[in-house]
């Protein structure tokens, strides 16, 4: 079975720059998209990724994602580290019609 | 503006059914997109749960399958969650979320407030 699989947490100071790896097992990272989500504490997710790096509109392009396929991972990168960035970031991706969230990296910006 | 709104008992007993509706608004649930359930258990990760399109073809969760039905009501504009035979571990907040995946892109572009739900003896 395909999983996702994050680092539990990582920190980083306002202004500098953070990434979060997806790491994928069982599969090919690169056979499907990878979406990330942000979700703040008492609020939805919301979509700063999509398609392995595609931002919506409204996301700043402080974030960006890729696809590493000699490691299996996706990353999210988040340049000019901000406050308002803390947060959990979730890696997803479809596969084969289900989908399938990472565990979730708690981002603190301190 | 599309918006999705939860509805449905936030308590349910111990080997009960969870039924939730989600109501869709500001855009047609017969259009080309999947709609889905994801939930969250107090301080864990996202869950998906199911993902339903107009037709009424379904995904599940290979984990929850054999406990979960999905209906859609076009007509009403919303669609549906039955969960059987509830434990505790069923407690989580409950997304519903528009599911892209047939629409030319992939993403869950946009979910609702969430409706946390407890099942308690």
């Known amino acids: 079975n395909f999983m996702l699989t994050q680092p539990h947490s990582v920190s980083e100071s306002p202004d500098k720059t953070i990434t979060i790896s997806c790491t994928g097992s069982g599969g090919s990272i690169a056979d499907n998209h990878v979406q990330w989500y942000q979700q703040r504490p008492g609020s939805a997710p919301t979509t700063v990724i999509y398609?392995?790096?595609?931002?919506p509109s409204g996301v700043p392009d402080r974030f960006s994602g890729s696809i590493d396929t000699s490691s299996n991972s996706a990353s999210l990168t988040i340049s000019g580290l901000k406050t308002e960035d803390e947060a959990v970031y979730y890696c997803?991706?479809?596969?084969?019609?289900?989908?399938?969230f990472g565990g979730g990296t708690k981002l603190t910006v301190l | 503006q599309l918006q999705l709104q939860e509805s449905g008992p936030r308590l349910v007993k111990t080997s009960e059914t969870l039924s939730l509706t989600c109501t869709v608004s500001?855009?047609?649930?017969?259009?080309?997109?999947?709609w889905a359930w994801i939930r969250q258990a107090p301080g864990k990760g996202l869950e998906w749960v199911g993902s339903i399109y107009q037709t009424g073809y379904t995904y599940y969760n290979p984990s929850l399958e054999s406990r979960v039905t999905m209906s859609i009501d076009t007509s009403r504009n919303q669609f549906s969650l039955k969960m059987i035979s509830v434990t505790a571990a069923d407690t989580a907040v409950y997304y519903c979320?528009?599911?892209?995946?047939?629409?030319?892109?992939?993403?869950?572009?946009?979910w609702g407030q969430g409706t946390m739900v407890t099942v308690s003896s």
């Open positions: 997803q991706s479809y596969v084969r019609g289900i989908v399938i």
């Open positions: 398609e392995d790096k595609r931002r």
């Open positions: 979320v528009r599911d892209s995946r047939v629409s030319g892109y992939y993403d869950l572009d946009y």
């Open positions: 500001g855009h047609s649930i017969s259009s080309a997109y999947y």
